[in-house]
């Protein structure tokens, strides 16, 4: 995985995705495994878009 983008890129770059990419990201990261080997950028997911 890369280096993490800046909180404030992070949320330009989640601003500017249609909500069905959105909802996509949120989805993946709600499962599990894949939050656990993501975990940095699916804090930052649920904190943008939430859990559901």
Known sequence: MKTMKSD???????????KDKRNAMKKECNDAAMSKRYAEFCV????LGGNS
């Not at 404030?8 to 249609?18: D, G, L, P």
């Not at 930052?44 to 904190?47: E, G, I, N």
Request: no cysteine.
């Open 44 to 47: 930052k997911v649920h904190q």
């Open 8 to 18: 404030r890129e992070f949320k330009a770059a989640w601003n500017a995705m249609s």
